[in-house]
Nanobody, 133 residues
Framework: QVQLVESGGGSVQSGGSLRLSCAGS????????TGWFRQAPGKEREGVAS???????NYADSVKDRFTISQGNAKNTLYLQMNSLKPEDTAMYYC???????????????????????????WGKGTLVTVSS
């Protein structure tokens, strides 16, 4: 069974940094999307950063130049380095993965950043990030 477990959340002052980790197990996909998503109270879930099949990455405009997504060598571990955190980054952060039967050439640039494209995939339970002023 696919399992994703997030860790690394916490409380930090504005301008601080956190590193989130997502430990995945129970899958080995050759073609997939994986990424980080967040949801604040009263707001819709939004894509933060994503990776397509260990290569192409994408970021929400709001986190570009501040956050970096990466994978461990085995590809089943996902990280999100978050620097220069702002109060508006406060949210529950989730990682997700979904296998694809689609080649890179057939995907739109933002495909893996759209939460709806993970409906057939798997999600972690989330880790809370709180950024105070």
């Amino acid at each position: 069974q696919v399992q994703l477990v997030e860790s690394g959340g916490g409380s930090v002052q504005s301008g601080g940094s956190l590193r989130l980790s997502c430990a995945g197990s129970g899958y080995t996909y050759s073609s997939y999307c994986t990424g980080w998503f967040r949801q604040a109270p009263g707001k819709e879930r939004e894509g933060v950063a994503s990776v397509y099949s260990g290569g192409r990455v994408n970021y929400a405009d709001s986190v570009k130049d501040r956050f970096t997504i990466s994978q461990g060598n085995a590809k089943n571990t996902l990280y999100l380095q978050m620097n220069s955190l702002k109060p508006e980054d406060t949210a529950m952060y989730y990682c997700a993965v979904v296998p694809l039967g689609v080649a890179s050439a057939t995907l739109s640039d933002l495909y893996c950043l759209r939460a709806a494209n993970y409906d057939e995939g798997d999600w972690g339970k989330g880790t809370l990030v709180t950024v105070s002023s």
